[in-house]
């Protein structure tokens, strides 16, 4: 198959091309600035903005299936002159139509749990939006709702630490919102089964790891990882709303009021869709196994530490 994985210059996106060209696909990563050495070897590149319908349309159609992969962070505030919308509803609104126009037929998307278009962040709206557009499309889709994503080059891990220092620290409700990480060398060969299956045509997948780990949870691994430890203080959730705690004793990172309340929203699945992929959750790699602290307990996953 001819695939184009927008956004796949990214961290998902980099994993994806490579599974794809390991399978036998004639890959692209599509981006606004593509760097060919950033991408897996075999892996075309192509230039062209989410955002600008004229500059994705040709590349769209020259393709057998698009995987949307586009993002802008949500746990960052986003930079001046640009935001959720543009990026995440325009930019899937622009790739679904040049694939209905280019013929390009399958379509998968990229979402996450918790979007919805009444959601309380500016994020989860234009996904949830995003995900109205895609079903309302004429095109052979399917959709992912993954929890956040750990491995080599992820922001989550590393995003805990810069909001806590070790030793002692504040996150916003103690870190008590519950997550469901998955390792992206589990997450990408579902979506690459997806492409390939027929039977995932027209399904919405939530998609989690194979534990619950709290926020604080998570930061305490990361430490634990580099031989430090951490003591997490509760930070009332109306101060971390004001965006004011967290830049405290750490250097000042561009955390607003939305990136509190993302804070907020339960990260975890009701019942695991990766069943739909033959996996079960006690063959995922744990985060604990991932930073080195555990043993695996695949051989798969120790040949890839
Ligand atoms: N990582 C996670 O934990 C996680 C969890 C759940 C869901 N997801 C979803 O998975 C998808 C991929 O996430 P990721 O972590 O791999 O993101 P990422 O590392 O930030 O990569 C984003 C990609 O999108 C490209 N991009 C951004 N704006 C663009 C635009 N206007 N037009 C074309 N390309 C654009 C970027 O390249 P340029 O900057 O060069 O354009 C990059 O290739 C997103 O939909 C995200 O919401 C991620």
Redesign the pocket.
């Known amino acids: 198959m001819n695939v184009l994985v927008?956004?796949?210059?990214?961290?998902?996106?980099?994993n994806l091309c490579a599974e794809l060209r390991d399978r036998g696909h004639a890959v692209t990563?599509?981006?606004?600035?593509?760097?060919p050495t950033s991408v897996p070897e075999g892996v075309e590149t192509a230039m062209?903005?989410?955002?600008?319908y004229d500059s994705?349309a040709e590349t769209v159609a020259d393709h057998d299936a698009v995987i949307?992969?586009?993002?802008?962070?949500?746990l960052y505030q986003p930079p001046s002159g640009?935001s959720h919308e543009?990026?995440?509803l325009q930019?899937t609104e622009n790739l679904v139509r040049a694939a209905e126009e280019g013929g390009t037929d399958r379509f998968v998307q990229?979402?996450?749990?918790g979007v919805d278009p009444d959601a309380p962040t500016a994020?989860l709206r234009a996904?949830g939006q995003a995900e109205e557009v895609v079903r309302d499309s004429s095109l052979a889709w399917t959709i992912?709702?993954?929890?956040?994503?750990?491995g080599d080059?992820?922001?989550?891990v590393e995003f805990t630490k810069k909001l806590t220092t070790p030793y002692l620290t504040g996150l916003p409700g103690g870190g008590k919102t519950p997550f469901q990480?998955i390792w992206?060398g589990d997450l990408v060969p579902m979506l690459a089964d997806a492409l390939e299956d027929d039977r995932h045509i027209g399904k919405r997948y939530e998609i989690g790891g194979p534990e619950v780990l709290t926020m604080k949870r998570v930061a305490e691994l990361a430490y634990e990882a580099e031989g430090k430890f951490l003591t997490v203080l509760p930070v009332p959730m109306a101060l971390a709303k004001l965006g004011l705690t967290v830049a405290g004793p750490v250097p000042f990172i561009p955390f607003g009021p939305d990136q509190a309340r993302s804070l907020k929203v339960d990260n975890t699945v009701d019942d695991n869709d990766i069943a739909a992929f033959g996996r079960t959750e006690d063959e995922l790699r744990t985060l604990e196994e991932y930073l080195g602290l555990t043993p695996s307990s695949s051989p798969a996953h120790a040949e890839a530490v």
Do not use: W, Y
């Open positions: 927008a956004g796949g210059t990214g961290f998902i996106g980099t990563a599509l981006s606004r600035n593509p760097d062209g903005d989410a955002q600008a994705i949307n992969l586009v993002s802008l962070s949500p640009t543009e990026v995440h930019g990229m979402s996450g749990l994020f996904k992912f709702c993954p929890s956040v994503v750990f080059g992820a922001e989550f990480p992206v």
